[in-house]
T-cell receptor, first 112, second 114 residues
């Protein structure tokens, strides 16, 4: 059973517009969430995180929103740039266990 | 700054052969992880070690064994490789100092089992 789901395998966005990537989770014990970006032939790199005590966290062009009641989080990239084209993974974990489960990923393509 | 180092980067095995993937981190992190990435399946947790001396199963542990050799090193062993284990394997580490935190990943090891 997939505990962390990214239901959109791919997304295309025009340069300068907003990219919105979505992630759903089923385990209510998750209290820490992360987003990673991955380029081909490289390891995933950390983008931004959020704990369950917050509903929003911003870092430059990247904002993560958390809706605990819906068990849903989203990553907003504004403005989108061609260099943002990559696969994006969301991940969820529970404090104290240090066990992190990843979603299946969304491939973002930013069109110039 | 080496971060997380995995070896080998590429390996081809025949069905039934064994091999060990090595991982080392130089960030004094407490937790280490092994994930595999397959098309359409995302990153799936194989095993993790929350702290030195402990290991726990992840989502897909069957066919694998791990050893947390010391705080720096965490190895993944395939005793009898199968074609279903063809994948890209990523090692990661996390500080895990009582708070949840980000994982740092290695560059990956591409394994093909014929």
């Amino acid at each position: 059973d997939q505990q962390v789901k990214q239901n959109s395998p791919s997304l295309s966005v025009q340069e300068g517009r907003i990219s919105i990537l979505n992630c759903d989770y089923t385990n209510s014990m998750f209290d820490y969430f992360l987003w990673y970006k991955k380029y081909p032939a490289e390891g995933p790199t950390f983008l931004i995180s959020i704990s369950s005590i917050k509903d929003k966290n911003e870092d430059g062009r990247f904002t993560v929103f958390l809706n605990k009641s819906a068990k849903h989080l989203s990553l907003h990239i504004v403005p989108s740039q061609p260099g943002d084209s990559a696969v994006y993974f969301c991940a969820a974990g529970t404090s104290g266990t240090y066990k992190y489960i990843f979603g299946t990923g969304t491939r973002l393509k930013v069109l110039a | 700054n080496a971060g997380v180092t995995q070896t080998p980067k590429f390996q081809v095995l025949k069905t039934g052969q064994s091999m060990t993937l090595q991982c080392a981190q130089d960030m004094n992190h407490n937790s280490m992880y092994w994930y595999r990435q397959d098309p359409g399946m995302g990153l799936r947790l194989i095993y993790y070690s929350a702290s030195e001396g402990t290991t726990d199963k992840g989502e897909v542990p069957n066919g694998y064994n791990v050893s947390r050799l010391n705080k720096r090193e965490f190895s993944l062993r395939l005793e009898s490789a199968a074609p279903s284990q063809t994948s890209v394997y990523f090692c990661a580490s996390s500080l895990s100092d009582g708070r949840a935190g980000e994982l740092f990943f290695g560059e990956g090891s591409r394994l093909t089992v014929l």
